[in-house]
């Protein structure tokens, strides 16, 4: 205690000799320096006694005598007595000077206040120092600033001038750059005041171009935000601002630089991760690939920016005297910019601080380029050269280094770029080492680095003795960007920001898992096996499945398979299975969900488990698409969740259904978003010592869709229907249109109103089983005008009749089959295959996006691609087809294999029957209005539905091709003695005409001329059923259309009335001049008490059929009739619809 207070009045003797010998008249206000020393001495008391302890003690000693061994000469190495860190061999018992990273900033390191304050006074004495103001008013001033700062915020900011001073000695302190001779000429670009990663990214264009100076290169450092808080760091998770990809090859060699392939892949990742693409990635791979930079902002999730061409300077290289040394095609950058070194300055941490000098010719020629881990070109170059690699004693390695070098060297100088050679540059070390000695008592230095890769004892730093320790301020290496990245707390955030649409939540959760997954997986071979499975009949459950495919596949080693092609006994191979299943039929598996439905029972039937993985039973999440409409609401999604259960399997989450008729889109949208957060809170397991330089992201799993392409197929002949067959999982036929009756308007180019009556034969015997309620499907056509508008837009395109193959780029680059689409002509694709008439998809747009060349496009395309509200709002409102989007953005230049690769599959549009086999033998009639209407509320253009269209045009005699479907949920009530209560609007007519039909068989009712006799001819067969003619209950039809005229079947009606195989029809029509509005809601509530009384007492059936909106008002309108007129409240009137439905008897066929 007393020697510390005998301390401070030395202190202050010495401070106040030292002001008065420079005669300061600034100090002479007493009062002024009665506060400063009041001040002073708490300051000092708190911060600065420990140090000036530990630097009394050290002054006991003498320094290190360094040797030089060429000239005998020894130096003293004062300097390091200031220093207080460690250096690399501090607490090891061997010296581990040789390691490539001695030591490292941690993570989220929070340097303590006490630490600061000292740190700061250190470097600002220095700074003081060094401006010849050591002492003075503005010191002190500026110490009492500081140390207040620290004190109430834990931080303060440099001024430029203390920044421009801390970045200059920060290289003056480095011990293992060579060029340090240069320190005094960095140029400082502050760049503290930026904000956003897109902000950093245009200071360091400006960084590179200045530093560049069209090869004049220009020693630079950009300083951007300091460290607050530990958290909140500005990054560049790159090494260096410019340097080269590496691309792991399926045969595990390298195409790039080897030293970035772990950058580079996490960069592919990312750039897919991220939901617009910049080019980058789909560029033609090359040995010498420019990086994107990866800049992170504030902790934010990182951002990808591509260097623009015209900025990044390159040698190609050329050898002075080996012609062929220009044909290898090397090259090498100008500006060696390192990145990810912390700037350290003053107690404050500059995380991102770019800073460049140039190339000694060695770094290139011997590290880069011939490194065994880098490009390792030496045997190349050997053998180029003839030279005699068998054994060491040629020196060929040697020799090879030499050409190298001297290439390298002689090719930077030809092209004009700054570089120098190692023997310069190692006589200019030693001249700013002997300074050094001289001015400052020491130089820290690391021998291991400074001593050049080739030729080192012919030069002098080989020879000198050096001491290694570490100043400040200094650069730091610091521990990767992405450990630091707190990836936990963005899932959080982005998971509970209650704001966020669901697809945004989604998007932001899926960035930052797969962060996760970069941090937490030392390697893909670890992370866990996710397959997804989906069954779908129209394509919906197929596309959601491919969305949580795309959202997993970079996280986790995930496949997706249409069940139709899974091998259920391979479902236990995964840690999960995730399914996306839709119900059809009367509760059944889609097509292509049959087989595995059966296998998944015969598994139960045989008492099955899952087989363990590592104790664990397979994690399951399914999520059924369905419509309420149907009794067997998700039935086919539950059948699977319940048997996986039973399987021993383990649920992810809950069984989700999306009904159809409520929310569906956003149901699924929060349930992919719950799916993959649910995968990775079960997975994903923090691991804080496996750094991203320790992963071994496999390439050839990254799944990374890049591109298409079309090749020759080698079919020889077309098969249209097995081609069909096979990409739907049904059987198809043809069928022959054998007559043809349109109703309404006959314009195909209004928006007037239609309904087309066809007439089928089929010989196939299968759909000739069919009964009234079944349904048909039909694959429809894109028109000829629609296909050569879109060719006519597109890049390498075949010729049509050319036999081709879509392939698309997966996983490491390997070129698969696209499945979705058969090999088959040009032609056919085009007509059979790819939806032109669906709107496209955000993934569509952006390709298209990243496909127009007019900036106004681009931008146009981009918010399409990237909102979704935009997107939902500009499809509901204009319906946009593929090719009228191609028309409207001209500039879009797209290659035609990647554009049909993000383009949906034609699906096949169903059609409920509308005729009776027993009436119409070999016959099937369909009932279909024709799609044709103007968007954008009428004032848009004129949308053609494809199959309606298609249907409109075809021709008697032609075929279409189709597939019968089994629709038992609408077949007619086992007991025909209950009465029916049929309700339809417009074409929904269509499978109540199969009824009555059918009725008027059983019932031997004689042909008549109706709709049926004048198109059809006459039926007279009677049946074994007619015996229960007189059983039949009654048959109350409600019928709504728009106007007399467009009223269907009247005739048909009028005669079935006649002979009560229909007791009573009531028509409302919806647009009929001069009335009002009527709808078939309308007609049934004032029939409520008849309709009550038939529900609730006669055991009735009701069947509805038409458009959902219809259904949906129909099933209010019930349910108000059963409150109203059977005398209970709403909870139990709905109550007795679900039993209706239940017991199969509120049948609905909505038609989409
Ligand atoms: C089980 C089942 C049975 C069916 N039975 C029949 C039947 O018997 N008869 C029948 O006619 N249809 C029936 N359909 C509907 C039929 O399958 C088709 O959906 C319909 O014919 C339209 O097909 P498209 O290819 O012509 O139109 P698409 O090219 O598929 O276009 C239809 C789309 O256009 C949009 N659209 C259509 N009209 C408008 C409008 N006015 N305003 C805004 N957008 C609009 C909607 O997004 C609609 O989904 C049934 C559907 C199902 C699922
Ligand atoms: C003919 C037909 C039958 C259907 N049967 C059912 C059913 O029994 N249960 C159900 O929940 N949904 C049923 N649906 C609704 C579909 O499951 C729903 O439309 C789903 O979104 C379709 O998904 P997909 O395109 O993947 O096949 C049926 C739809 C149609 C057209």
Known sequence: MVIKRTFVVHFY??????????????????????????????????????????????????????????????????????????????????????????????????????????????????????????????????????????????????????????????????????????????????????????????????????????????????????????????????????????????????????????FTEACLYYLVSLCHSLGW????????????????????????????????????????????????????????????????????????????????????????????QRYDISKMIASKMELNTSTHTTLWKDTVLLEVNKAVLYSYQKFGVTTWDHHTASESFMQFYA????????????????????????????????????????????????????????????????????????????????????????????????????????????????????????????????????????????????????????????????????????????????????????????????????????????????????????????????????????????????????????????????SFTNMELSGNQSNVSLTARFITSQEEKEDILRALSHVHHKEVSLARISGKTLIGDSNPNRDGHAIICLQLNTLNSETLKYKPGDHLAVFPQNNRDMIQRFVLRLRNCPAYKSMIQLQVQGPNRNWEYWKRIPPCSFDILLKRFVDLTSSPSQDTLRLLASSAIDPKDKMRLDVLAEDFVAHEKWVSSNNPNIVDVLEDFLSVDVDAAALISTLPVIQPRFYSISSSASVVPREIHLTATIVRYRTESGKGRLFRGMCTSYLEQINLGDFIICYFKSNPAFHLPPYPSKPLICIAAGSGIAPLRGFWQQRCFEKG????????????????????????????????????????????????????MQHKVINKTFVAFSRETGKPKNYVQNLLWKDGARVSTQILNEGAYLYICGKKAMAIQVEDTVIRIMSHYGEMNNEEAEMIIRNLKAEGRYKTDIFG
């Open 13 to 262: 003797k010495q401070l106040s000799s030292v002001s008065n010998n420079n005669k300061r008249s600034d100090l002479s206000n007493r009062y002024f320096g009665l506060f400063l020393i009041n001040r002073l001495t708490a300051y000092i008391y708190s911060t600065y006694l420990d140090t000036y302890f530990a630097k009394m003690w050290l002054e006991d000693r003498h320094g290190v005598e360094l040797r030089n061994h060429t000239t005998g000469g020894v130096s003293v190495d004062k300097l390091f007595l200031g220093n207080i860190s460690e250096g690399p061999c501090s607490g090891e018992e061997v010296c581990v000077g040789s390691r490539m990273v001695p030591r490292q900033v941690p993570a989220n390191y929070k340097r303590p206040k006490d630490k600061i304050l000292q740190q700061a006074k250190e470097f600002l004495d220095g700074f003081f120092r060094s401006s010849k103001k050591f002492a003075s008013e503005e010191h002190i001033v500026r110490l009492l600033e500081v140390h207040k700062d620290i004190e109430n915020k834990g931080k303060y900011d440099l001024t430029y001038d203390e920044l421009v001073h801390g970045c200059g000695m920060a290289w003056r302190n480095a011990p293992r750059c060579v060029a340090r001779v240069q320190w005094q000429s960095l140029k400082v670009f502050d760049a503290r005041h930026v904000q956003t990663a897109k902000e950093m990214f245009d200071s360091i264009v400006e960084h590179i171009k200045y530093a560049t100076n069209q090869g004049r290169l220009r020693s630079v450092i950009t300083v951007f935000p300091p460290r607050t808080d530990g958290q909140l760091d500005f990054r560049i998770w790159n090494s260096q601002l410019i340097s080269y990809a590496g691309y792991r090859n399926p045969d595990g060699t390298i195409e790039g630089d080897p030293a970035n392939v772990q």
């Open 435 to 690: 300074s050094e000695m001289k001015t400052r008592g020491g130089c820290p230095a690391d021998w291991i680095w400074l001593v050049p890769p080739m030729s080192s004892s012919s030069s002098p730093l080989f020879h000198q003795e050096m001491a290694l320790y570490f100043l400040k301020p200094s650069f730091e290496y610091q521990t990767a960007a992405w450990s630091n990245f707190n990836t936990k707390s963005l899932i959080k955030k982005t998971t509970t920001s209650s704001q966020c649409n669901p697809r945004k939540k989604l998007r932001a959760v899926i960035i930052a898992v797969r962060l996760c997954s970069f941090l937490f997986y030392s390697s893909w071979s670890k992370r866990p096996k996710v397959v997804v499975l989906f069954a779908s009949q129209s394509g919906r459950a197929e596309k959601f499945a491919t969305k949580a495919f795309a959202s997993f596949k970079s996280i986790f080693q995930t496949n997706l398979y249409c069940m139709a092609d899974f091998d259920t006994s391979k479902l236990q191979d995964h840690q999960a299975i995730v399914v996306v299943a839709s119900t059809f039929g009367d509760g059944d598996a889609p097509n292509n969900g049959e087989e595995f439905k059966n296998n998944l029972i015969k598994m139960r039937q045989k008492n099955s488990k899952f087989r363990q993985m590592n104790n664990e039973s397979p994690r399951f999440a399914v999520l059924g698409l369905g419509s309420t409409s149907y009794n067997q609401f998700c039935a086919f999604g539950k059948f699977v969740d319940i048997t996986f259960q039973e399987l021993g399997g383990t649920r992810l989450l809950p069984l989700v259904c999306a009904d159809e008729l409520n929310n569906q889109e956003k149901t699924i949208e929060t349930w992919l978003s719950d799916i993959t957060i649910a995968l990775c809170k079960q997975f994903l397991k923090e691991d804080n010592h496996n």
């Open 281 to 372: 990635e789909r560029k033609e791979r090359t040995q010498f690939d420019v990086l994107p930079l990866v800049l992170q902002a504030n902790s934010l999730a990182p951002e990808v920016f591509l260097l623009p061409d015209d900025i990044v300077l390159q040698v190609p290289l050329v050898h002075p005297s080996l012609p062929w040394f220009e044909e290898l095609g090397l090259r090498w950058y100008a500006l060696p910019a390192v990145a990810n070194m912390l700037f350290d300055c003053g107690g404050i941490q500059f995380p991102a601080a770019p800073f460049n000098g140039w190339y000694m010719g060695t770094e290139i020629g011997s590290r880069d380029l011939c490194d065994p």
């Open 1005 to 1056: 009712v004689p042909s008549h001329h109706t709709f049926i006799t004048k198109i059809f001819g006459n039926f007279s067969k009677r049946s074994v059923q007619q015996q229960a003619a007189n059983q039949h209950g009654p048959v109350y039809l409600y019928y709504g259309c728009r106007e007399k005229s467009s009223q269907l079947f009247r005739n048909e009606l009028d005669a079935m």
